[in-house]
């Protein structure tokens, strides 16, 4: 059992009742009546300059770890 907020008894409870989330309208935030406190300006649908750059990640080399054998792969095929 994890004691992270939302993960206890009460749920999501837990987090909309909290002192910090107080000031939301949780009604108006679920209807998507609540304006964002600021909308990014990208070019189209594929724009990701407001993202985290992984290019360090894409570049590595392939890991030396052994791959999965048959029988494992197996033990997954339904995931």
């Not at 910090?20 to 949780?26: L, R």
């Not at 990701?48 to 033990?75: C, G, I, W």
């Amino acid at each position: 059992q994890s004691n992270r907020f939302g993960c206890l008894a009460r749920g999501d409870m837990d987090i909309r009742d909290h002192a910090w989330f107080g000031v939301i309208s949780t009604e108006k935030l679920l209807k998507k009546k609540i304006p964002a406190p600021w909308v990014p300006n990208i070019k189209d649908p594929l724009d990701a300059q407001y993202f985290d750059s992984y290019r360090h990640v894409e570049n590595e080399p392939p890991s030396n770890k052994p791959q999965l054998s048959a029988h494992q792969q197996d033990l997954f095929k339904d995931f």
